[in-house]
């Protein structure tokens, strides 16, 4: 079992530009969600992806957008970088077969994305 | 809404000594609660969980014993090791409430041989 994969491991892109990050969730897992953890602080939930719809959102302004597609994987966007956005960002999967849904996150390596 | 508090880091103890984290939590209805660890450069991975009261989740020589009298879920381990040192993460999933962890800040431990 290959668990959460995340592409790329770390990224550097310039003020105003846009950047997408992937995500593959762990085998049977069906739910995405992603969070962006600044340096020494804990995750911060941004949004989570249910049967490729948008299920939850965090305090994140419309800059950070998202998709799953049918294999459940996800994509996180993210239009006009701030210098604020550097951070890493994690993907976790969980739920899993017949909509179960209260279970633990198994969380990826993260994207370290650094914005000059 | 539901939150969890971590004690402040960083926690530095010598190899072989006793470890406790506290944690404590709010929310409602009956969540399931769990243990995190980061270690440098890395994502998290889950240490342990319980998902009732009395429960005592356990991996790796750590514990944490749901307790909902007191509201916590704090993190033991008998004899830490400079491998240990890392970043825990205390979460809670409300099954009454969105299906998304609340973490807490995290706790740096750190280890010296």
């Known amino acids: 079992d290959a668990g959460v994969t995340q592409s790329p491991t770390h990224l550097i892109k310039t003020r105003g530009q846009q950047v997408t990050l992937r995500c593959s969730p762990k085998?049977?897992?069906?739910?995405v969600s992603w969070y962006q953890q600044a340096l020494g602080q804990g995750p911060q939930f941004i949004f989570q992806y249910y049967e490729e719809e948008e299920r939850q959102r965090g305090n994140f302004p419309d800059r950070f957008s998202g998709h799953q597609f049918p294999n459940y994987s996800s994509e996180l966007n993210v239009n006009a970088l701030l210098l604020g956005d550097s951070a890493l960002y994690l993907c976790?999967?969980?739920?899993?077969?017949?909509?179960?849904?209260?279970?633990?996150?198994?969380f990826g390596q993260g994207t370290r994305l650094t914005v000059v | 809404g539901d939150s969890v508090t971590q004690m402040e880091g960083p926690v530095t103890l010598s190899e072989e000594a006793f470890l406790t984290i506290n944690c404590t939590y709010t929310a409602t209805g009956y969540p399931s609660l769990f243990w995190y660890v980061q270690y440098p450069g890395e994502g998290l991975q889950l240490l342990l969980k319980?998902?009732?009261?009395?429960d005592k989740g356990s991996n790796k020589g750590f514990e944490a014993t749901y307790r909902k009298e007191t509201t916590s879920f704090h993190l033991e381990k008998g004899s830490v090791q400079v491998s240990d040192s890392a970043v825990y993460f205390c979460a809670l999933l409300n099954s009454g409430g969105s299906y998304i962890p609340t973490f807490g800040r995290g706790t740096s431990l750190i280890v010296h041989p």
């Open positions: 085998s049977g897992h069906d739910t």
């Open positions: 976790a999967s969980s739920g899993g077969l017949r909509g179960q849904l209260n279970t633990e996150a198994f």
């Open positions: 319980a998902t009732k009261a009395d």
